[in-house]
Antibody, heavy 122, light 107 residues
Framework: EVQLVQSGGGLIQPGGSLRLSCAAS????????MHWVRQAPGKGLVWVSR????????DYADSVKGRFTISRDNAKNTLYLQMNSLRAEDTAVYYC???????????????WGQGTLVVVSS | VIWMTQSPSLVSASTGDRVTISCRMS??????LAWYRQKPGKAPELLIY???TLQSGVPSRFSGSGSGTDFTLTISRLQSEDFATYSC?????????FGPGTKVEIK
């Protein structure tokens, strides 16, 4: 069974840092591009970042570029999102999501983590 | 960036009803459209991709249609677990973008 189990959210002050994790199981993690998608309270889904299956290529939404870093450890089957210089507008539920193997990163997401809430507030 | 609208934003319906949700794009995306269901407090679940292909394990009461700029999700007979928010996503151009969502509530 495919599972994406997230951890690492919480309350953080503006300007602070937080690292989210997404532990994958039930599939060959190293074969898939992975994404982070966020959802502010009461709002729609917004794509944040993606990383190639071997970690060699990454992309970011303009709103987080230079502040967030996506990475992965294929030996540990884990995806990460390092979030620095956090702002109030980064408050959201963050989801990790898997890209189907056939898609090369430019696709829908067929499995999602359970989500983790990040609240940026003083 | 491709912008998307969904209509209606809210649907009030009863179990057994047929529900249709529309998603309109700001430009032609061919058939590169997915639909998700999101139950309250839960992660999105993929229902349909490629505008009309049902994801494995998704009940056949869900169907998708459309191409170009106008797409539709139809739920033929609403079940209790279908009271949720539905979002479309285009993946024709990068970055992928999502519609604002349509909430299906109990009448």
């Amino acid at each position: 069974e495919v599972q994406l189990v997230q951890s690492g959210g919480g309350l953080i002050q503006p300007g602070g840092s937080l690292r989210l994790s997404c532990a994958a199981s039930g599939f060959t993690f190293s074969n898939h591009w992975m994404h982070w998608v966020r959802q502010a309270p009461g709002k729609g889904l917004v794509w944040v970042s993606r990383i190639e299956s071997d970690g060699s290529s990454t992309d970011y939404a303009d709103s987080v570029k230079g502040r967030f870093t996506i990475s992965r450890d294929n030996a540990k089957n884990t995806l990460y999102l390092q979030m620095n210089s956090l702002r109030a507008e980064d408050t959201a539920v963050y989801y990790c999501a898997r890209d189907p193997m056939s898609c090369g990163g430019d696709c829908y997401s067929d499995f999602w983590g359970q989500g983790t809430l990040v609240v940026v507030s003083s | 960036v491709i912008w998307m609208t969904q209509s209606p934003s809210l649907v009030s319906a009863s179990t057994g009803d047929r529900v249709t949700i529309s998603c309109r794009m700001s430009q032609d995306i061919k058939g590169f459209l997915a639909w998700y269901r999101q139950k309250p407090g839960k992660a999105p679940e993929l229902l349909i991709y490629g505008a009309f292909t049902l994801q494995s394990g998704v009940p056949s009461r869900f169907s998708g249609s459309g191409s170009g700029t106008d797409f539709t999700l139809t739920i033929s007979r609403l079940q209790s677990e279908d009271f949720a928010t539905y979002s479309c996503q285009q993946y024709y151009t990068f970055p992928p973008t999502f519609g604002p969502g349509t909430k299906v509530e109990i009448k």
